[in-house]
């Protein structure tokens, strides 16, 4: 059967970004045969606060993080869109604009897959994507225990454990893949700044460098 080539979109508020970001795209690129993973820093996400660092500073610090991997890229284009970053929104924009025979991964974790069910229209991002779950669990009974049930029929419905079926179809599929877990968050990374800790090996240096050198709200 033909093989797509294939792309992973890596979305957050990356506030800031961090080797746990760097890590899981580099382990999942290499899993799962990508061509390239894609970087889109979310300006407005509709499921936090919006974050105190700008999005302008927060995207300069993700380019700045992947400038040197040739397999990563930056995405800017919810940036430049304005209201609510939806996920839904920015898989549509990148469909239209890969076409039909490029197979689109989303990195999602755990935490996030049980709050599926409150995105926007969520029920529909299958027809857009892969969601490739980070995860200790392989299989769907076990990631399916203690989700609400909406979830745990879409779970099943689309659940496989064959990275080839993301290169034979461009999207429709959920996976799971265990890798290195990286106990690192940016919120601890922030906790850490504020109270004159340090956090070198959490995030690379010139993010470091950076957040100093514009005084970001972190400090």
Request: with cysteine.
């Amino acid at each position: 059967m033909k093989k797509y080539p294939a792309i992973g979109i890596l979305g957050g508020t990356f506030n800031p970004i961090h080797f746990g970001h760097l890590r899981m795209a580099e382990e999942l690129a290499e899993i799962l045969h990508l061509n390239e993973v894609r970087f889109i820093p979310s300006a407005n996400p509709p499921h936090k606060p919006a974050p105190a660092v700008s999005a302008e500073h927060r995207a300069a610090m993700v380019q700045l993080a992947i400038a040197n991997n040739p397999t990563f890229k930056f995405d800017g284009r919810e940036l430049a869109r304005t209201g609510a970053s939806y996920t839904f929104d920015t898989l549509s924009s990148l469909r239209e604009e890969l076409g039909a025979h490029t197979s689109i991964t989303l990195f999602m974790g755990n935490d996030a897959f049980t709050k599926l069910n409150t995105w926007h229209r969520w029920q529909e991002l299958l027809n857009l994507c892969h969601i490739c779950l980070v995860a200790r669990a392989h299989t769907a009974s076990e990631k399916s225990e203690g989700l609400p049930k909406a979830l745990e029929s879409y779970l099943q419905a689309h659940y496989t454990e064959n990275s080839e079926d993301l290169l034979e179809q461009a999207y429709g599929c959920i996976i799971m893949q265990k890798m290195t877990r990286l106990d690192i968050s940016s919120t601890a990374i922030r906790h850490a700044l504020r109270g004159k800790h340090s956090v070198r090996y959490l995030l690379p240096d010139e993010i470091l460098s950076y957040i100093h050198q514009h005084q970001l709200d972190y400090l």
